[in-house]
């Protein structure tokens, strides 16, 4: 698979730094969490957004509608850590499908609005398979190009050629099958759950099916005391859902920070 990262169940922190401009550039050029609605991980650890890889693309997910054109996304139920400014340059990245003409500050915080054109993803994912368009949310993004479904599958069994489709020459992730194929890409703790995860400052659709860990209580899914402790969390049937931030403090805990506001 030609990228990796994240998994497709509540990646609330990945989201949202990945729309605001997280401005930590790796070595090949990408930024750690870009937007990129057709790949996902090959390597990555707790889809619930406790933590994120540093070499990728996103998965698909559903802020709740396509922004309109001059009112921006729609505003998200819950709280989350954004990347705040005063400027687009606070925003920027080094890549080139997140730099300053990929951002807007708006009311303090960094709005992805989108790549521009196919060569600013090619170039941020080196990778001629990238292209610049809009998967039906209203946000153009850099996703991964296909002929067949087996373009875009990892060596993960959450996402493989059987998770994907092919939808006008672009990769679309169709969700989990089974629990075991998440138990295959994280860990025993993970089922394939019919529950969307919670809304983020982002219009990227969600599949219907996502990995997501099971739990007990709510303490069973934390796994720091920033913005992702255990009363950032509910145990909603059976399984870890993200409630947001609670305060600027945890944020910048969590993201070294204090560029990182809870919004």
Do not use: H, K, W
């Not at 994120?52 to 997910?61: C, E, F, I, K, V």
């Not at 153009?140 to 296909?146: A, T, V």
């Not at 796994?223 to 009363?231: L, P, V």
Request: aromatic share 6%; charged share 20%; proline share 7%.
């Amino acid at each position: 698979m030609r990228s990796a990262v994240l998994s497709i169940a509540p990646l609330v922190l990945g989201l949202v730094i990945a729309g605001c401009g997280d401005t930590r550039d790796t070595a090949d050029g990408s930024i750690p969490l870009a937007m990129d609605a057709g790949s996902v991980p090959r390597d990555a650890s707790r889809p619930d957004g406790a933590s994120a890889s540093a070499d990728g693309a996103l998965p698909d997910r559903d802020a709740g509608g396509a922004p309109g054109d001059d009112a921006g996304p729609p505003t998200p139920a819950l709280d989350f850590c954004q990347l705040g400014c005063t400027t687009e340059a606070d925003c920027t990245t080094a890549s080139p499908a997140f730099d300053m003409d990929n951002y807007r500050c708006a009311g303090g915080l960094c709005e992805y609005t989108g790549c521009v054109d196919d060569a600013e993803c090619q170039a941020t994912f080196s990778s001629v398979d990238y292209v610049c368009r809009d998967p039906g949310t209203g946000l153009r993004s850099c996703l991964e190009g296909c002929a067949v479904s087996a373009d875009c599958g990892s060596a993960s069994p959450a996402f493989d050629a059987d998770n994907y489709a092919c939808d006008s020459g672009t990769c679309r992730y169709l969700g989990c099958n089974t629990d075991a194929e998440c138990q295959g890409t994280f860990s025993a703790d993970y089922g394939c759950i019919a529950a969307e995860p919670p809304p983020t400052p982002l219009p990227i659709p969600v599949a219907a099916r996502n990995c997501l860990q099971r739990c007990a209580t709510a303490s069973d899914c934390a796994s720091d005391s920033g913005a992702f402790g255990a009363d950032n969390y509910e145990c909603a049937d059976g399984a870890c859902r993200y409630r947001g931030c609670n305060s600027d403090s945890e944020c910048a805990t969590s993201l070294s920070s204090a560029a990182y506001v809870c919004r």
